[in-house]
C-alpha cells in the first residue's frame, strides 16, 4: 500500500513553486536563530538567574542534545502524518519553545530550549527530504540558498539581541522573545501547503528504509563527514573568542574576529549549487573545503597575527563542508523517504558528536592550560573530513552501492 496518497492538484494552483521555496527560505529562517540568539545575552541571563556557567551553558548545548536524540525519528514523523503537515507541527513546537523560554522562570528557560531544539530537529531532517522530492534537479542550489538564509538571519539575531535587551522598559526575555516573528512568517506562509497534500489513507506502510540505512557503508561515509563538520564547526565557534583573547587579542575584537567568521560561513551557500551542478561527482571540492578548514585551523594555531584571515578561511571552508554534507543526504538518497532516514541518521550522529565537542574541548583546556591540544585535534578531524569527502562525494546512491537496501 502506498505510504500517502498524494492530491492530483497541481503545486501552482496554490501559489506556486514561488510560494513554496518562500516557504522552505522561512522555515530555514528558524534553524538557527533561535540558538545563536542566546549567547550574546548568557552573562544577562545567568545574572538575573542566579545561575552557573555550566547550567548557561546548557542553554546552547540543549538543543544539541535534542537534535541528536530526535532526529532518527523525524522520518517516521513524515511518513506517518505526511511531509507537510511534519514540517508545520516543528514549526509550532518551535514557536511554542521561544515563547515559553521567554515565559520567565527558570524551569520554562530550559524546557522551551529543549521543545525548540525538538521542533528544528525535525525541520531539519524533513528539508533535505523535501527537496529531494520536490526540487530533484535543484537540489545544491536550493540547499545551498536555506544554509545563507538560515546564517543571515543568525547574523542578523546575533548582532540584534544586545540592543534590543537594552530598548527602554525591555530586558533579555524580551530579545529571546523577539525571534518568533521567524516561525510565526513560516507557519502563515507554510499553511496553504497543508492542502496540497492528502493525508495518509488506511494502514502506513512500513518505510523501506528505516534503520536498514544504518547497514549501508555510503551512508556512514555521509554521516562521518557531515558529523565531523558538525564537531569541528560548533568545537571551533563555541570556543573562538576565547582562543583570540589567549591569543592576545582584546574581548571586543574577538568577538568582531567571531562575527566575521559567522559571516563568512553564509557565502558559500550563493556559489556552492551552480559549482556543484557543474560536477559529475563532489568528490574534489569536498577535498578542497576540507583542506582549506584543516589550513585555517593550523594557522589560527601558528600564526594567530593572521586571525582575520584565518577565520575568514574557517568560516568559508567550514561553511561549505556543512552544506555539501547536508547536499549529500540529498544526492546520495534514491528517493525522499530513503533521504529522510539518511537526514536522521547524519544529524544524530552529527550533533551528538558536536554536543560533546565544547565541553570536552574546555576540558582539555583546563587540564592543560592552553588550546593547542584542541586546535591540533580540529586540524586532524578536518583533514579526515577530506578523506571521508572523497568516500561520500562519489557519484552513486546508497541503492546502487548496497544491494541489500534495495
Known amino acids: 500500500m502506498s505510504i500517502r496518497t498524494t492530491l492530483k492538484t497541481p503545486i501552482h494552483t496554490l501559489g506556486g513553486n514561488g510560494l513554496l521555496l518562500i516557504g522552505i527560505l522561512l522555515i530555514a529562517s528558524t534553524l538557527r536563530a533561535p540558538i545563536i540568539g542566546v549567547a550574546p545575552m548568557l552573562g544577562m541571563i545567568r545574572e538575573a538567574n542566579g545561575i552557573s556557567a555550566a ?78 522530492r520536490d526540487f530533484p534537479t535543484r537540489i545544491a542550489s536550493l540547499t545551498g540558498a536555506y544554509a545563507v538564509t538560515a546564517g543571515l538571519v543568525s547574523a542578523l539575531v546575533s548582532t540584534a539581541a544586545i540592543p534590543l535587551a537594552h530598548l527602554p522598559g525591555s530586558s533579555w526575555r524580551f530579545s529571546l522573545a523577539s525571534v518568533l516573528i521567524f516561525p510565526a512568517a513560516a507557519l502563515i506562509v507554510w499553511f496553504p501547503q497543508l492542502r496540497l497534500r492528502a493525508a495518509p489513507t488506511g494502514e502506513v506502510a512500513r518505510s523501506p528504509h528505516g534503520w536498514r540505512i544504518w547497514h549501508s557503508p555510503l551512508a556512514w561515509q555521509v554521516t ?70 584543516s589550513l585555517s585551523l593550523l594557522g589560527l594555531w601558528q600564526l594567530p ?25 540529498s544526492l546520495r538518497a534514491s528517493d525522499s523517504d530513503q533521504a529522510a532516514a539518511l537526514s536522521g541518521m547524519a544529524q544524530c ?58
Open 305 to 329: 597575527s593572521l586571525a582575520m584571515l584565518w577565520v575568514s578561511l574557517f568560516g568559508f571552508g567550514a561553511g561549505a563542508a556543512f552544506i555539501l554534507g547536508l547536499t549529500f543526504v
Open 349 to 406: 550522529i552529527g550533533y551528538s558528536l558536536a554536543a560533546a565537542g565544547p565541553p570536552l574541548a574546555g576540558l582539555v583546556h583546563d587540564a592543560t592550560d592552553g588550546w593547542t591540544a584542541a586546535l591540533a585535534f580540529c586540524v586532524v578531524a578536518a583533514l579526515l573530513m577530506a578523506v571521508l569527502g572523497s568516500l561520500a562525494g562519489r557519484d552513486t546512491t546508497i541503492s546502487a552501492s548496497s544491494p541489500h537496501l534495495r
Open 55 to 132: 547550567e548557561a551553558g546548557m542553554l546552547t548545548t540543549l538543543p544539541l542534545l535534542a537534535f541528536a536524540a530526535v532526529s532518527p525519528f523525524a522520518a517516521g514523523l513524515a511518513r506517518e502524518y505526511g511531509m507537510e503537515r511534519s514540517l508545520f507541527g516543528a514549526l509550532l513546537v518551535i514557536a511554542t519553545g521561544i515563547a515559553l523560554r521567554s515565559a520567565g522562570p527558570v524551569w520554562a528557560l530550559f524546557l522551551g530550549t529543549g521543545a525548540l531544539g525538538i521542533g528544528i530537529a525535525v525541520a531539519n531532517v524533513l528539508l533535505p527530504s523535501l527537496l529531494k
Open 224 to 293: 562521518a563527514f557531515l558529523g565531523l563538520t558538525s564537531l569541528v564547526y560548533n568545537l571551533v565557534t563555541a570556543w573562538l573568542p576565547a582562543i583570540l583573547v589567549e591569543a592576545g587579542y582584546p574581548a571586543a575584537m574577538a568577538g568582531s574576529l567571531h562575527g566575521l567568521s559567522q559571516l563568512a560561513t553564509a557565502v558559500p551557500g550563493l556559489i556552492l549549487g551552480s559549482v556543484v551542478r557543474r560536477m559529475k561527482d563532489q568528490r574534489g571540492i569536498a577535498i578542497a573545503v576540507s583542506l582549506a578548514t
